[in-house]
């Protein structure tokens, strides 16, 4: 698809019939050429040098006619040419921009159409660039860039005209649909990347869970080992404490024997002398004798 560049305008700058009657030369009609043609290098080349030429001092006596004896010396006529100038210079740097930015998808050179001034010169007063807005098939990426290369060119003259922003939406809205297909075209890499994110989180869990329950039954294989060493520690002692507890008892017991059979021995000690004691009363009684112990 070709789409046209070009600048705000073709319509004449003015009429310059009733400035040649202000002036006092016949009137002329404006030759304002629309048809479009492409630039040719050698008029541009003596139009620069019929500028050279009007560029030389004129003495106050001098007195130029244009078409249709146009007093070119007259200062509406003046205001008119510098507009044609002013035009045709925009129109050129206009076109020129487009063609530099639009680089392999311009289709054609500047074309430009024409007005025929009072001094008999043709000024550009319009002009356009064809450019290729057509995607590239089958190609997403390259579309894209396309696109992109199409909208530079597009808003590439300083004052863009009405035509130039309708071909860079036309760009925007095909940047957004080669940009939508590269994502679908990513769409399954992407899912294929979030299932395999998914599977190595779930291996990864897994493994955590693995390890964290090897460290859990280490912990507890700590604790019942740490416990059994508290157990067998604390059955030490008990025995210790009991075994120390039974001598202590035996050694009391020992020692309440021992005086136990001292007091037996004492007491029959006693008791041998009592009846001792007992049986010589009794022989004191039988003499007579009066015992007193």
Not at 28 to 37: G, I
Not at 85 to 106: C, F, I, M, S, W
Not at 218 to 228: F, G, L, P, W
């Amino acid at each position: 698809m070709i789409s046209p560049l070009y600048s705000q305008s073709s319509q004449p700058v003015s009429d310059f019939s009733a400035t040649a009657k202000k002036s006092g030369g016949e009137s002329a009609p404006v030759d304002a050429k629309n048809t479009q043609k492409p630039e040719d290098k050698s008029a541009i080349g003596s139009d620069v040098n019929n500028k050279t030429q009007t560029q030389q001092p004129e003495t106050a006596t001098q007195s130029k006619k244009g078409v249709g004896g146009v007093d070119l010396n007259s200062p509406e006529v003046k205001q008119m040419l510098a507009e044609l100038k002013a035009r045709d210079t925009e129109v050129r740097a206009h076109e020129q921009a487009h063609l530099a930015a639009a680089g392999q998808y311009a289709t054609s050179g500047a074309s430009y159409s024409y007005q025929s001034g009072p001094d008999g010169k043709e000024y550009a007063i319009g002009g356009e660039v064809g450019i290729d807005t057509s995607a590239v098939s089958g190609d997403p990426q390259a579309t894209l860039a396309k696109a992109q290369q199409v909208l530079a060119a597009a808003l590439a003259p300083a004052s863009p005209s009405s035509q130039d922003f309708s071909v860079a939406q036309s760009a925007q809205q095909m940047m957004a649909q080669a940009f939508s297909e590269i994502q679908a075209e990513n769409k399954p890499d992407s899912d294929e990347q979030q299932e395999d994110s998914t599977q190595k989180s779930g291996s990864d869990q897994k493994d955590d869970g693995t390890q964290k329950t090897a460290a859990d039954d280490k912990i507890r294989s700590d604790n019942t080992t740490a416990t059994d060493a508290q157990k067998a520690t604390t059955d030490n002692a008990v025995s210790t404490s009991t075994d120390t507890k039974t001598n202590s008892e035996k050694s009391t017991a020992s020692q309440w024997t021992s005086k136990a059979s001292a007091y037996q021995r004492t007491e029959q000690a006693t008791n041998a002398l009592a009846g001792q004691v007992g049986g010589w009363q009794n022989a004191a009684n039988r003499l007579g004798i009066s015992f007193q112990a």
